[in-house]
């Protein structure tokens, strides 16, 4: 197999579960070291580290809450410090908890936008700097979502976090692109995670999401992969400001 990223050190937030674990893991297999942020999950931070070892590739697990602006500038430190250097940068770490808009709890609301949307701007932030330093490039995806183009009715806390994510790689790209740092998003439809899984419990409503995907099926942290390893790869070298949906064909399924 072609390894895309040979030689490329990658870092992923939120990589202990879901997308961001995939995303991590296929770095790896396309022969990048990579370095993973997590909050709380150390058995999952752990082996997806393993999984990156197994690989061939070094990894690095570092705990630390996105919300605090100081987790970004450690977590940069800390990569470069094992790895040398950044030269892709994946923001995944997430959350949303589901709930009803009109006794949304300022907390809750809060708490989605620290982690969503702060989280990542610092995040972004630490890593561009580390890029502007380094002096050859580098690579910023966010993850976004479809709902930074669809609403949700238990989602008004989270979908403007998602716009805001898909407005930050547009402009981040005029930002950096002097620098040879290329910013793009990638928007998932609903793919089969923590994040969700309380939500499609409900079996009827899962039959309906699916019938709503023309090809058939919910997303899998593994879709993703393919995905951000092309933005991030010398391949999309002349793609930035972009942003891929990568939904099953969900959006475009309105009649």
């Known amino acids: 197999m072609t390894k895309?990223?040979?030689g490329k050190t990658v870092l992923v937030t939120g990589?202990?579960?879901?997308?961001g674990r995939a995303a991590a893991i296929g770095a790896a297999r396309h022969g990048a070291d990579v370095a993973i942020n997590f909050s709380r999950d150390v058995a999952g931070a752990e082996s997806a580290v393993a999984e990156i070892e197994k690989l061939g590739q070094r990894g690095l697990a570092v705990k630390g809450d996105v919300s605090d602006p100081e987790t970004a500038t450690d977590f940069v430190a800390r990569a470069v410090e094992a790895f040398g250097k950044v030269d892709v940068f994946v923001n995944n770490a997430g959350i949303c908890p589901f709930h009803a808009f009109l006794d949304m709890p300022v907390e809750t609301f809060e708490r989605t936008m620290r982690v969503n949307l702060h989280g990542a701007y610092f995040m972004v932030q630490a890593a561009a700097n580390q890029m502007v330093k380094q002096g050859h490039g580098g690579a910023i995806i966010a993850v976004?979502?479809?709902?930074a183009l669809v609403g949700g009715e238990y989602q008004t806390h989270y979908t403007p976090t998602k716009a805001g994510l898909h407005s930050l790689m547009q402009s981040t790209a005029i930002a950096l692109g002097r620098y040879g740092i290329r910013c793009n998003s990638v928007l998932p439809g609903t793919i089969l995670?923590?994040?969700n899984k309380d939500d499609l419990a409900d079996d009827e409503k899962r039959r309906y999401m699916e019938g709503r995907v023309p090809l058939g099926?919910?997303?899998q942290p593994d879709d993703l992969e393919g995905p951000i390893v092309f933005l991030a790869s010398d391949l999309a070298r002349y793609v930035?400001?972009?942003s891929l949906l990568v939904d099953g064909g969900a959006f475009v399924n309105l009649q």
Do not use: C, K, Y
């Open 144 to 147: 976004s979502s479809i709902s």
């Open 193 to 195: 995670t923590d994040i």
């Open 240 to 242: 930035t400001g972009a």
């Open 15 to 19: 990589a202990s579960a879901g997308i």
């Open 4 to 6: 895309l990223l040979e």
């Open 217 to 219: 099926r919910l997303g």
